[in-house]
């Protein structure tokens, strides 16, 4: 069934398929000209880029921060965050880690690990570790192997309900946008995220490549352990220089393996739709592109087993537009429209997303930047069922040397659900929080090989 939502979708999507090449075949051939790094010299004195062409690299990355937050978190029992656990107040922590990277002429490989300890008001110290690594490397003429893993302990629930409008991938890493200003209870955790991808190109600007990638997360209790899982094969093939269409099909769900009474969900992406991109200055300072694609993907209208179900479809999409303004300032929005499963929900979420982003050099030892996002969808297609989330920061940057820099950030976000539809009843069904960071950090290159 589809919904009148979807009509003007259908309507876009089928003209980008019919109009987007043609448009691009039509196009006169733009003057070749210099490439960013080259456009762009000017750098900021902190956190300029390494030598390029760098072989092996390790940095040694730290900050030491203080915060105000109108909503710390406060929770020690594990209850419900009830409004008599939100209290104002101060906290601070420290984070640090290394990252290494090499890349050979065949293989390249990275690693990266770091520890994070927030001491908040009469509680224990609240540490996170990391650790990850990354390997691709040929595995014939055409043919190249990627792979990833990654680990992260914390010692409470954390909650990613956020979408990142400048991602278009379909099955992306549920735990991705899990930070640690969003615990909401005290729950130890042990994620990890593994992927595997292989690609095969071809001589006519062709490529096939599959996928597999599982996160899990599992807790103290068990009873909230989560599985999300998807695979897919995607042929992609370049129509012209800024145009290509792309087929292939995935299939992704997620899962509470210790909770029976749930059945499972799962989404097939019909991955069949437009690649666009291109500049639309002579100067390459402003950047566009778009894609599309749909999902087939089982709702009901409850948690349970004996809920009603049905087969729902949707048309997906993301389009990206950047600016380039004078030597430093970069300015974006970003628009997506996805269906994803998230952790402590069932159902899966169709969502709308926009963010937009400025950020530049104000001089060379002070940067600004600023983000905002705006999230609006329904919980397993039920039109009950609507939720809405808002971020937003903005912060300065002071180089006090190459290595050393002071900044302060703002930070809020917002969430609102329906009561009732999170599978665990402490979930908080609305949140809104604002606070203040600020520190010193550190950015050290340890290893620089050509």
């Known amino acids: 069934m589809i919904r009148r939502s979807n ?20 196009q006169t051939p733009t003057t070749e000209v210099q490439p960013a790094e080259v456009r762009r010299p000017f750098r900021g004195l902190f956190g ?8 092996q690299t390790l940095d ?43 890349r050979g002429r065949r293989i390249g490989f990275g690693a990266d690990a770091g520890i994070g300890v927030t001491a908040y008001p009469d509680e224990p110290l609240y540490v996170v570790y990391r650790t990850g690594a990354n390997f691709n490397a040929p595995l014939a ?32 890493d549920p735990f991705g946008s899990v930070v640690p200003d969003l615990g909401l209870f ?16 071809f001589r006519d ?35 012209t220089r800024n145009a290509g269409l792309h087929v292939g099909y995935g299939y992704g769900g997620g899962r509470y393996p210790n909770m029976n009474n749930l059945s499972r969900r ?26 599309t694609g749909s999902a087939l993907f089982y709702v009901n209208q409850g948690v349970s087993n004996g809920a009603d179900r049905r087969l729902d479809f949707a048309l997906l999409g993301s389009a990206n537009l950047s600016h380039e303004m004078g030597r430093t300032w970069t300015a974006s929005i970003a628009y997506q429209r996805s269906v994803a499963f998230h952790e402590g929900f069932v159902d899966p979420f169709l969502a709308q997303s926009v963010s937009a982003t400025l950020k530049g050099l104000l001089s060379r030892r002070l940067q600004f930047n600023a983000a905002t996002s705006y999230s609006r969808g329904v919980v397993g297609a039920n039109s009950n069922n609507n939720f809405d989330s808002t971020g937003a ?35 908080p069904p609305s949140l809104s929080r604002n606070g203040v960071r600020f520190g010193i950090t550190t950015s050290i290159p340890v290893i620089r090989a050509k």
């Open 205 to 239: 600007e062709s490529s096939l490549s599959g996928f597999y990638s599982i996160a899990t997360a599992n807790y103290e209790s068990n009873d909230l352990n989560y599985i999300n899982q998807g695979a897919g094969v995607r042929y992609q093939r370049q129509l």
């Open 266 to 291: 799962g989404i097939h992406n019909i991955d069949v739709g437009v690649d666009y991109g291109r500049a639309l200055s002579v100067s390459r300072r402003t950047q566009f592109s778009f894609s």
């Open 393 to 427: 920061n903005a912060g300065l940057q002071y180089a006090l040397s190459r290595f050393f820099a002071a900044y302060v950030n703002y930070v809020y976000y917002q969430y609102s659900f329906p009561a009732g539809i999170a599978v665990d009843p402490r979930f």
């Open 60 to 102: 040694f990355s730290a900050s030491l921060y203080g915060a105000y937050d109108d909503d710390v978190f406060a929770d020690q029992a594990g209850l419900a965050l009830s409004s008599g656990l939100q209290r104002s107040g101060w906290f601070g922590g420290l984070e640090s880690g290394l990252n290494y990277t090499r």
């Open 186 to 201: 005290r729950e130890r955790s042990y994620r990890t995220n593994s992927n595997v991808g292989i690609t095969q190109t």
């Open 7 to 26: 009509r003007a979708l259908v309507l876009i999507w089928l003209l980008a398929i019919l109009v987007a090449p043609s448009v691009v075949s039509a």
């Open 141 to 172: 003429r055409h043919t190249s192997l990627a792979l990833s893993e990654s680990f992260v302990y914390a010692p409470e629930y954390r909650l990613g309900l956020f979408v990142d409008p400048t991602n278009s991938r379909v099955f992306d």
């Open 48 to 55: 300029a880029p390494g030598l390029p062409g760098s072989k």
